[in-house]
């Protein structure tokens, strides 16, 4: 009994002590439809409610706390679906914000294979909750401080398990209608914080591409699991704004890869319940992150609820 309490209070207190770039994308690499699903133990029990919650120091010492609530229902032995509830709050010298985040509506259809072989499907949409336009002070707020891009995507993907040990993940998150009204200017203050900041008037963002693969290492013993994975981000192409003068300008250095070392540590109960605590750090980032998505410290945790 001791030493499952010390490793609950190992993963409450590591959460504290993290250095990381992040996911770098709009949100879908931390989706559970986007990840081997009870990694200790199968459950036949067809519901699931996760609840978590991320911290983020950002760009421009911004902070962001993100809560979310997701649901999971099996339909049968092979398909699912999901939906995704996410907030934000954020917090720097240009003020506060609060609010509603994304809405997440999925399903995936699971194919067992030989060998103990599995590969899902998966496939949905990411729903804004607002045109990440707050402002404060009579000034539009850069992308750090808004609780949502502001597109709506499609999203698919495909998740593969051998042995329920090894995972690869792939997915692309497409957006497909750019209804955000942020019209922020980083030249509206001679504050050289602010000038930092890209300019994202009107911002179209491109699309992201995922890779990720990790390997599990269980103690059915203790109900832990640890997994250390790579996950690959590469945005497409590079985001683009309108200038003052109503021209559509590239933002330079907002393409390319980012590259993520992590460990996802997973403590099952007798309930079949599990916490998860998920820490990365970087090895490569892109250069520039108009979207808001930059961050120099980032942990999850998480708490999963199978009924």
Known sequence: MKIKLYLLSGLLLASSYLAAQGCS???F??????????TIADTTRLNAIS?????????????????????SRRIGHHYSIQAKLTGMYATGFL??????????????????????????????VKIPLNQSDKSLNGSVLPYDYQTSIGTYD????????????????TGIQVPVIQEGKNTFFNDYSTDARIAAFASTNKLHR???????AG???????????????????????????????????????????????????TYTFKNKSQLELVLATPLIFRDVRPDGLTRSAVANIQYRFPF
């Not at 609840?51 to 609530?69: A, D, L, M, R, S």
């Not at 999203?155 to 993940?169: M, P, V």
Request: hydrophobic share 40%.
């Open 206 to 212: 491109q699309s992201d591409v995922l890779l990720r």
């Open 25 to 27: 994308d709009a949100g």
């Open 95 to 124: 003020g506060q914000n609060t609010g509603l985040g994304d809405l997440f509506l999925f399903g995936s259809r699971v194919f067992k294979m030989k060998a103990q072989k599995k590969l899902t499907v998966v496939g949905g």
């Open 215 to 265: 390997y599990l290492f269980r103690f059915p013993t203790i109900g832990l699991g640890l997994k250390p994975n790579l996950l690959a981000i590469y945005h497409l192409g590079k985001d683009t704004y309108v200038d003052r003068l109503g021209t559509r300008r590239d933002i330079a250095g907002s393409d390319g890869l980012t590259l993520n070392a992590g460990l996802v540590t």
């Open 154 to 169: 499609v999203i698919l993907g495909a998740s593969f398990s051998i042995n329920n040990r090894w995972e690869f993940n």
């Open 29 to 38: 690499c931390s989706l559970e439809a986007l990840k081997s699903q009870n």
């Open 51 to 71: 609840v978590g919650i991320g911290y983020g120091k950002g760009f421009q010492e911004t902070h962001t706390i993100n809560p979310y609530i997701e649901y």
